[in-house]
């Protein structure tokens, strides 16, 4: 079945579906625009739908089905490659959560904070590393390998080393021969990017660094914060267990907001959505 | 991104079918998905559970919480539990029937110690009753066929849904639906891999060392082994190469079978056929599975007009002895004789050592080599050329009687087979406990193997009836597994530790010829198996009752899991008649009739019971038996050959426990073969 091209706000847009959402994001005044660049993503080209430069993130817009693999692995690419979170909105906009499922792919990130334990709470932050060196970085962690700097040298540790029942002991030992071919294949880009490697993980006097792997998840859903008003993707309440987790993180407010999945502005968008008409040309 | 590997455990798939499916199957399934993606922890939906658990992780699915744990590439999903069952927001782990001490499945914790003498002497109590009743519902969404049902509505006691007459694995479905286990035990559960992207179906999971051996040398220039102790899952292994096998295999129209399984014991064959069934599906029409023996047999069927005629062993031991008054007639050479070698060892040589190694003359008998006899017992040239004429005169009785050895037998097949090039060979032929073969017998089956690397076997040192000197490359000079082609497997996956290292602690006092072994590791623990002397078989048999009963209680298992097994069919028969009059349905099955789906206690021969595996195992039935008294009537030499080769199936016998082991032994047994278990693994009562 071919998808309905629509226009609207200036846009064509390829089906309904993301016009609709186009909508959404219209009416709540989220700037967004349509695939407005494409990316090589190690030979595989690819387009996404949106880009939201107020949330830094992209929007890749799906029918209300669980993502494919190869979506999945696209996804994946570009979070890794661009530094930015990718979101698939895997749903109609007129819908409320959870009837729309939201997946999450956050990038690789390098934590880094102090080492004194009292600063740690507040002071730490987050740094976006070269590109090649996320995709070194997160090769090596899917393969349970976690690289950091020891006295200036590169030290390479790795996970599972005290494997856990339910697997019997050789599954470790098994593993070996995989990270091995692992390693031999990464060499030459870990002699390619060891200045970048160093850079991005030796930390000021008094600090420390930490890689943060790639983390996919859903559960997410559109919210407006209690505080400042603006429009994020947050953590579905009824997805988690315990309270800390919808909290607006990045509010300016000195209180931080919480984030309502259902506030009147966010009703309104969904119900604005719903009732669009387009014009066919 | 890595690739994972969705597994999960049986407690899971019970509990998955129990949840409620419109509002709830959804969401699991989208949660499963995004763990397919990554189950690495995101500490907002994908959470670590608190310390000591830390390697377990959680996520929410609706109204439920999905538990499970992960170890590339595998993702083992554990179980799923009401979010109000299972609290972890107060971090009360003690609701989280993480407690290890809650015995659900005959788990006990490490260390943990029964009280053999309350399982010994308690008397019938009343049977619990269920903590929660049978419903249809429950029946239907466990997908229970409806002709089980009314069977299973009835049981109101863990007695009666124990012993309730239907299949095992659905009292083991109903029993994970009425008791939540501890989340630490279906760890210990063996993993299933989804078949065919379909959640319904679930295949056995190897672990990466099993895989290996699985998959070992597909392509290599010769024959593949596979070594482990009992329980490493040699077996399994070896059904997994059949899948492998065919996997590569090119398409072929032919519709013959391509690949033989074969072994030596009948039970172990129908019970390879069930899991090859549901390995292969259709694809099981491509394997031929039988006993070594039928294939044989089989050879005449096509060939020869005559079929064989095979004398049995009451036959043999007849003629045997026929032979021996007939060249020694004189009554006190014939006993000197006699003091050396028994009749049953001289059987033994003509039929293991004359026949299978294809000695024509004297002469090439006095140069043999007897190097897979056993090297204990030496034999004059005096001596040898008497064994001689026994067998020419044992030999002379057989033809006039139209009867032959089996060993006879393989060797015209051998023959047979050389005859007939044209014989439609299989591309691959797998062995399992290919120890207990004949010589003679491996040799056909490696002739009816189409190229050497098609060949693959597992086999058990300690479990092996050959001696030491046993070789491969005496039963055909192609045969070595070297060059990477051998495996040994090392986790034990049926007995508790504390079974596997009292059965070996017992073959070790022995001083029985073993091999070189790895360490094992080993995956469940449990009480110590216990030792006990009876005075008189009345004894005996109330004890054995008493102690089915309340093990049958304790670990919750049904009495068609337990076993007893005898040296004997005649200990075995009496011993299933005194149970019956004790109460407990028992039934003794010889070897070719076992039917592990009948409800009754399996009582067994030693022997019959090679590769099978029950959760509670008696040792009993030795009064009267040739294991029970001393082995002063064989020469020195003959006697330690003896002694290690019943030790070897004594202990053959205690490694097909799983959880629970009892070795009854008469207290006036003077034998060296019911000796050597030491106290610091046996619960013992001997002073």
Same mark, same amino acid.
């Given at each position: 079945m071919k998808a309905l091209e629509s226009f609207f706000d200036g846009y064509r847009f390829r089906s309904r579906l993301e016009a609709r959402w186009a909508v959404f994001f219209h009416t709540l005044q989220i700037p967004y625009s349509y695939e407005s660049e494409g990316y090589d993503l190690d030979g595989t080209w690819y387009l996404p739908d949106f880009w939201l430069p107020e949330q830094n993130c992209y929007i890749e817009i799906k029918p209300p089905r669980q993502p494919t693999k190869e979506e999945c692995a696209k996804a994946s690419k570009l979070a890794l490659q661009s530094g930015r979170d990718v979101y698939i909105l895997a749903?109609?906009?007129?819908?409320q959560p959870p009837d729309y499922q939201i997946w999450r792919w956050a990038p690789l990130k390098i934590r880094s904070f102090p080492q004194a334990k009292s600063l740690e709470q507040n002071a730490s932050t987050f740094i976006t590393p070269h590109p090649k060196v996320a995709v070194v970085l997160q090769q090596l962690l899917d393969n349970d390998i976690i690289l950091s700097i020891k006295y200036g040298h590169v030290s390479l540790q790795m996970l599972h080393?005290?494997?856990?029942?339910?697997?019997?002991?050789?599954s470790d030992i098994g593993s070996l021969e995989q990270r091995a071919s692992t390693l031999s294949k990464l060499a030459p880009l870990l002699k390619q990017y060891r200045e970048d490697l160093l850079l991005a993980l030796t930390p000021e006097a008094g600090w420390r660094r930490e890689v943060y792997g790639q983390t996919v998840s859903s559960g997410f859903a559109w919210a407006e914060c209690s505080a400042c008003g603006k429009i994020v993707l947050s953590v579905n309440?009824?997805?988690?267990?315990?309270?800390?987790?919808?909290?607006?993180?990045?509010?300016?407010?000195?209180q931080a907001g919480k984030c309502n999945t259902a506030s009147p502005r966010l009703l309104k968008a969904y119900e604005t959505a719903r009732q669009a008409r387009y014009s066919p040309n | 991104m890595s690739s994972w590997i969705i597994t999960s455990k049986p407690s899971f798939q019970t509990e998955w079918l129990l949840i409620p499916k419109q509002e709830n199957s959804q969401i699991v399934l989208s949660k499963i998905a995004i763990l397919a993606q990554?189950?690495?922890?995101?500490?907002?939906?994908k959470k670590p559970l608190p310390d000591p658990y830390s390697m377990l992780y959680c996520i929410r699915a609706g109204t439920y919480r999905l538990f499970y744990t992960f170890e590339l590439p595998y993702i083992r999903l554990l179980a799923l539990r009401l979010r109000e069952q299972e609290?972890?927001?107060?971090?009360?782990?003690?609701?989280?029937?993480?407690?290890?001490?809650?015995?659900?499945?005959?788990e006990l914790a490490p &260390?943990?110690?029964?009280?053999w003498h309350t399982i010994l002497t308690?008397? &019938?109590q009343l049977s619990l009753p269920l903590p929660k009743t049978i419903s249809v519902a429950t029946l239907d969404s466990l997908h229970v066929?409806?002709?089980y049902h009314s069977h299973l509505l009835s049981a109101h006691t863990q007695k009666e849904l124990l012993n309730c007459h239907v299949p095992q694995n659905i009292i083991q479905r109903i029993k994970d639906a009425l008791w939540m286990k501890p989340i630490t035990e279906i760890l210990d559960e063996p993993n299933y891999v989804v078949k065919d992207g379909n959640l319904a179906e679930f295949l056995l999971c190897l672990d990466t060392q099993q895989e290996q051996a699985a998959r070992?040398?597909?392509?290599?220039h010769g024959p593949t082994q596979v070594k482990g102790q009992p329980g490493t899952g040699k077996s399994i292994v070896a059904l997994y190469r059949i899948r492998y096998l065919l996997e590569r295999l090119p398409i072929s129209?032919?519709?013959?079978?391509?690949i033989l399984f074969t072994t030596y014991t009948n039970p172990l064959v129908n019970a390879s056929r069930s899991l090859l069934k549901q390995l292969l599906g259709v694809n099981i029409k491509d394997v031929k599975i039988c006993t070594a023996d039928s294939i044989i047999l089989d050879l005449f069927r096509l060939?020869?007009?005559?079929y064989p005629r095979i004398a049995k062993d009451g036959t043999l031991s007849k003629f045997t002895k026929n032979a021996v008054e007939c060249i020694l007639p004189s009554e006190s050479i014939r006993q000197e004789f006699l003091s050396k070698l028994s009749y049953d060892y001289l059987l033994e040589e003509v039929l293991q050592v004359i026949q299978a190694r294809k000695v024509t003359n004297l002469e090439e008998y006095l140069k043999?080599?007897?190097?897979?006899?056993?090297?204990r017992v030496r034999l004059s040239s005096q001596d040898r050329a008497t064994i001689w004429h026994i067998y020419e005169q044992l030999q002379s009785q057989l033809q006039a009687n139209h009867q032959e050895t089996w060993q006879q037998v393989r060797l015209r097949a051998e023959a047979l087979l050389t005859a007939h090039p044209?014989?439609?060979?299989?591309?691959a032929v797998v062995i399992d406990?290919?120890?207990?073969?004949d010589p003679s017998v491996l040799r056909i089956l490696f002739k009816v193997c189409?190229?050497?690397?098609?060949f693959y076997i597992t086999a058990d040192a300690n479990q092996t009836?050959?001696?030491?000197?046993?070789?491969w490359q005496n039963v055909d000079t192609s045969l070595n597994f070297q060059g990477g082609r051998t495996t040994t497997l090392t986790?034990?996956?049926?007995?508790?530790r504390e079974i596997a290292e009292a059965a070996h602690s017992y073959l070790i006092m022995g001083a029985a010829?073993?091999?070189a072994e790895e360490t094992l590791a080993h995956v469940r623990h449990g009480p110590q198996p216990a030792i006990r002397m009876m005075l008189h078989n009345e004894e005996e048999y109330q004890s054995l009752a008493t102690f089915l009963f309340n093990a049958m209680e304790t670990l919750h298992f049904?009495?068609?899991?337990c076993a007893v097994l005898c040296p004997t069919s005649k200990s075995g028969k009496a011993i299933a008649a005194a149970l019956r009059t004790h109460g407990i349905p028992a039934r003794f099955f010889p070897s070719q009739e076992?039917?592990?789906?009948?409800p009754e206690v399996k009582v067994l021969t030693l022997h019959s019971s090679k590769g099978l595996e029950f959760p509670i195992v008696a040792l009993a039935?030795?009064? &009267?038996?040739?294991?029970?008294?001393?082995?002063?009537?064989?020469s020195e030499d003959e006697q330690a050959e003896t002694i290690t080769k019943h030790r070897r199936l004594l202990f053959v016998g205690m490694t097909r426990a799983m959880r629970m082991l009892l070795v009854l032994i008469p207290a006036e047994a003077t034998s060296?073969?019911?000796?050597?278990?030491d106290a610091a693994y046996w619960n013992s009562d001997i002073r």
């Open positions: 749903g109609d906009a007129w819908q080393s005290c494997p856990i029942p339910a697997f019997g002991t050789p309440r009824d997805e988690v267990d315990g309270d800390e987790a919808y909290l607006h993180q990045e509010c300016q407010h000195p | 990554d189950p690495r922890p995101d500490n907002v939906f609290n972890i927001d107060n971090a009360t782990l003690d609701d989280l029937s993480l407690d290890e001490s809650t015995d659900v499945d005959g &260390g943990q110690e029964i009280n308690k008397q &019938g066929p409806p002709q070992r040398a597909l392509d290599g129209k032919q519709p013959e079978p391509r060939f020869s007009k005559e043999l080599k007897r190097s897979g006899r056993g090297r044209d014989f439609s060979r299989f591309d406990e290919a120890q207990d073969l189409r190229t050497p690397n098609g009836i050959y001696g030491r000197g046993f070789s986790t034990n996956y049926r007995s508790t010829a073993i091999d049904g009495l068609s899991m076992l039917n592990l789906d009948s039935g030795f009064r &009267g038996s040739r294991y029970a008294q001393a082995y002063d009537n064989l060296p073969v019911l000796t050597g278990f």
